[in-house]
C-alpha cells in the first residue's frame, strides 16, 4: 500500500514536470519566432534600404502597399503643402523627449503623400518644439523611403498634432481634398534645408537581441524539471534501502582531493 502511495505520488509530480516542459516549449518556440521575426526585419533592411530609387508608382498604389517594399526608396516629384504640416507625439530619439514632423507632398501627377520630414526636440513648455522649421513650398524632386502607414490610437491630439503616423488621422486634421496615398508614409533621406533640424532618421540598427539564447534556456529548463525529478525519486530510493537495510551504503560520488585525504589518513 505505501509503495502504491509512493508512485501515486511521483505520477502525479510527473505530471507537474510534464506541463511545466510543454510550458517550456512554447515559450522556447514563441522567442524562436521573434527571432526569426527580428531577422526577416534586418534582411529586409539590407536588401532594400540602399537600392536604388524609383518612381512612387512601382511600389506602390493609393491604397495597396507589399511589405516586401518598405524601406526602399522612391523619388517623389512636386511640392511641400507646408501649410498643412503636423507633429507626431511622443517620438524620442536617443533619450530625449520630441516629435516627428510630417508634411504633406503633392506630386505634379496630384496626389498626395505623407512625408515624414525627420524630428524635433520638445521645447521649454514640453508641449511643442520651440521652433518649427517648415519646407519651402516650391516645387521639388526629393528622395524618400517608403513606409507603412501606422495604426491609429484613437487618441485626441492638439491642434497641429497627430497621435500616430495614420494617413486617415492626418486627412481628418488638416482637411486634404485630393487622393491621397492611404496604406504608406514616407521617411525623407535628406535633409530639405540643409539643416540639424528637424534630424532625419538614421538607417535602423536592428540586431537579433537575446531571443535565441532565451529559446535555447527554455528547452534546458525543460530538461532540468526531469533531471529533477529523477534526482528525487532517485535521492528516495537510496533513503529507503537504508532503512530496511542498515549495511547498506549508497555510492558517494569522489571529489576532487578525496585521495590525497586518503594518503593523508594512511600516513597518520
Same mark, same amino acid.
Given at each position: *500500500?505505501k509503495? *502504491?502511495?509512493?508512485?501515486?505520488?511521483?505520477?502525479?509530480?510527473l505530471?507537474?514536470?510534464?506541463?511545466f516542459?510543454?510550458?517550456?516549449?512554447?515559450?522556447?518556440?514563441?522567442?524562436?519566432?521573434?527571432?526569426?521575426?527580428?531577422?526577416a526585419?534586418?534582411?529586409?533592411? &539590407?536588401?532594400?534600404?540602399?537600392?536604388?530609387?524609383?518612381? $512612387?508608382?512601382?511600389?506602390?498604389?493609393?491604397?495597396?502597399?507589399d511589405l %516586401?517594399?518598405?524601406?526602399?526608396?522612391?523619388?517623389?516629384?512636386?511640392?511641400?503643402?507646408?501649410?498643412? &504640416?503636423?507633429?507626431?507625439?511622443?517620438r524620442?530619439?536617443?533619450?530625449n523627449?520630441?516629435?516627428?514632423?510630417?508634411v504633406?507632398?503633392? @506630386?505634379?501627377?496630384g496626389?498626395?503623400?505623407?512625408?515624414?520630414?525627420?524630428?524635433?526636440?520638445?521645447?521649454?513648455?514640453?508641449?511643442? /518644439?520651440?521652433?518649427?522649421p @517648415? /519646407?519651402?513650398?516650391?516645387?521639388?524632386?526629393?528622395? %524618400?523611403?517608403i513606409?507603412? #502607414?501606422?495604426?491609429?490610437?484613437? =487618441?485626441?491630439a492638439?491642434?497641429?498634432? $497627430?497621435?500616430?503616423?495614420?494617413?486617415?488621422?492626418?486627412?481628418?486634421?488638416?482637411?486634404?481634398?485630393? /487622393?491621397?496615398?492611404?496604406?504608406?508614409? *514616407?521617411?525623407?533621406?535628406?535633409?530639405?534645408?540643409?539643416?540639424?533640424?528637424? =534630424?532625419?532618421?538614421?538607417?535602423p540598427?536592428l540586431?537579433?537581441?537575446?531571443?535565441?539564447?532565451? &529559446?535555447?534556456?527554455?528547452? @534546458?529548463? #525543460?530538461l532540468? #524539471?526531469?533531471g &529533477?525529478?529523477?534526482? #528525487?525519486?532517485?535521492?528516495?530510493?537510496?533513503?529507503?534501502?537504508?532503512?530496511?537495510?542498515?549495511?547498506?551504503?549508497?555510492?558517494?560520488r569522489?571529489?576532487?582531493?578525496?585521495?590525497?585525504k586518503?594518503a593523508?589518513?594512511g600516513?597518520?
Amino acid at each position: *500500500m505505501k509503495f *502504491m502511495q509512493t508512485w501515486k505520488r511521483w505520477l502525479v509530480w510527473l505530471l507537474v514536470a510534464s506541463l511545466f516542459a510543454v510550458a517550456c516549449v512554447f515559450l522556447s518556440q514563441w522567442q524562436f519566432s521573434r527571432r526569426a521575426e527580428a531577422v526577416a526585419k534586418i534582411e529586409l533592411i &539590407a536588401a532594400n534600404f540602399d537600392s536604388p530609387a524609383v518612381a $512612387i508608382t512601382e511600389l506602390t498604389d493609393l491604397n495597396d502597399f507589399d511589405l %516586401a517594399n518598405e524601406w526602399r526608396p522612391v523619388v517623389l516629384d512636386g511640392n511641400f503643402l507646408s501649410e498643412k &504640416a503636423v507633429l507626431v507625439r511622443n517620438r524620442p530619439y536617443n533619450g530625449n523627449a520630441g516629435f516627428l514632423q510630417v508634411v504633406p507632398f503633392q @506630386l505634379v501627377t496630384g496626389e498626395v503623400v505623407a512625408v515624414e520630414t525627420g524630428w524635433l526636440p520638445t521645447g521649454s513648455q514640453n508641449d511643442e /518644439p520651440d521652433v518649427i522649421p @517648415l /519646407p519651402n513650398p516650391q516645387r521639388v524632386e526629393i528622395i %524618400a523611403r517608403i513606409r507603412p #502607414a501606422e495604426p491609429t490610437l484613437d =487618441r485626441d491630439a492638439p491642434q497641429g498634432q $497627430i497621435a500616430t503616423i495614420n494617413i486617415e488621422s492626418l486627412i481628418s486634421k488638416v482637411q486634404i481634398s485630393e /487622393p491621397v496615398y492611404k496604406s504608406v508614409y *514616407m521617411r525623407l533621406a535628406e535633409s530639405y534645408n540643409n539643416s540639424d533640424l528637424p =534630424r532625419v532618421q538614421a538607417k535602423p540598427q536592428l540586431t537579433e537581441g537575446n531571443h535565441l539564447s532565451y &529559446a535555447l534556456q527554455w528547452i @534546458l529548463f #525543460a530538461l532540468m #524539471a526531469f533531471g &529533477a525529478l529523477w534526482w #528525487a525519486i532517485w535521492q528516495e530510493r537510496q533513503i529507503r534501502k537504508m532503512e530496511l537495510d542498515p549495511n547498506f551504503k549508497p555510492k558517494r560520488r569522489k571529489q576532487i582531493g578525496d585521495d590525497d585525504k586518503a594518503a593523508e589518513d594512511g600516513i597518520v
